[in-house]
Each structure stands twice: as structure tokens, then as C-alpha cells.
């Protein structure tokens, strides 16, 4: 009769087993389940909400980015970039958009760098979208938390509504009427704030001609 092996080794066995059973139900069926159910579910949503424009993928609905010309030297790093006045422009950022990375500036309220570039940018929006300084929202100022956000407030987008209108030769009324139709409600119908998707927006606007 075989003598019965120690303790110590069943027991080695027997978490061996559960291992390898737990890795295959945790480790390729779970996921494999949560992958087909988000599929046919969230198809959308699961693959990255990807934003495509006659046939050819131009972003995502839920990462903001930049609308500049093109830089003059495309080999100069120093070039500051241009906001092409044709799109919609999202609110700054502290990372330029940059889809590799993502957060604030931590600059506090009291920091004098974030006051000057504030007051900086203030001059700057007026200027391009023609508008009185003092009427420039807050969101046109000051980069989100994670500076990837694709949404601005309803008053950003009003404002820039007779600048892209006059650039693209659009009646401002079809332009209005984009905003109006890309215009966010509050999430769960009493978070936040109504707002726009950039990204959406600039997509309906290039589709105008």
C-alpha cells in the first residue's frame, strides 16, 4: 500500500488547484464575459466613444484637443500655438491636451503665476472672439482637473458663436442652432451644470462645408 503523502504537500496541491482555477474563472472567463456583455451593450462607450467624421476617426467624445493652425515651423518646440478662429476652442489646459497625460496645474488661488496667466488669457479670448474682457466666462480661464475635460460652459460657446460663423461665412443662426443641439444637460438631471462637447461640436461644424 503507497504510503500517504505529508500534509504539507496535499496542501500545496490543493492551493496549486485553486490557483489555477481561480485563474482561469478570474482571469480569462470574467473577463471574456464583461467584454462581450460590455460589446453588445455599451459598444460605444466600451471602445472609447471614438468621435468619427465621414468615415475617418477624429477623436473621442470624452478627451478634449487642441484646434490650432498649423505651426509655421513645425520644427520649433518654442512656437506658441495659434487657435485656428474656424473651431471652437476648448478651455486651457495644463497639459496642452496631451492624451498621455492628465491634471491640474496645482497652481492655488493665491499663486501670482496663475493670477497673471488668468488675466493673460482673459485679454487674449476677448481679443479673438471680439467680446468685452469683463464678459469672458471662467471656463475660458482656467484648465480643468484633469486637463483633458472636452466640455466648456453654454457661455463659452455662445460667445465664440459669431467668430466660427463669420470664419466658416456660416449664418450665425445655423452655428446658434449647434450649440443649442450639443448643449449638455446636468448629470442625473441636477449635478453640475448644463455644457457643450467641443469635440462633438467642432465635428457638426466641420460637416457644415
Known sequence: MPKPLPTSVRTHFTALRMLLVMTVILGLAYPLL?????????????????????????????????????????D???????????????????????????????????????LKAVEERRAAVAAFDGVDPATVPVDALTASGSGLDPNISVAYAKEQVARVAK?????????????????????????GQEGVNVVLLNRAIGEQN
Open 167 to 191: 470664419a466658416r461665412n456660416l449664418p450665425e443662426a445655423t452655428v446658434r442652432k449647434l450649440v443649442e443641439k450639443y448643449t449638455e444637460g446636468r448629470s442625473l438631471g441636477f449635478l
Open 76 to 114: 520649433d518646440p518654442d512656437e506658441a500655438p495659434v487657435p485656428d478662429p474656424r473651431w471652437f476652442q476648448p478651455r486651457p489646459s495644463a497639459y496642452a491636451y496631451d492624451p498621455k497625460s492628465s491634471g491640474a496645474s496645482n497652481l492655488g488661488p493665491n499663486s501670482e503665476e496663475l
Open 34 to 74: 464583461v467584454t462581450g456583455i460590455s460589446q453588445v451593450a455599451f459598444s460605444d462607450k466600451a471602445n472609447g466613444s471614438i468621435v468619427s467624421s465621414q468615415g475617418k476617426e477624429i477623436g473621442s467624445s470624452l478627451l478634449g484637443q487642441n484646434y490650432d493652425l498649423p505651426k509655421q515651423n513645425p
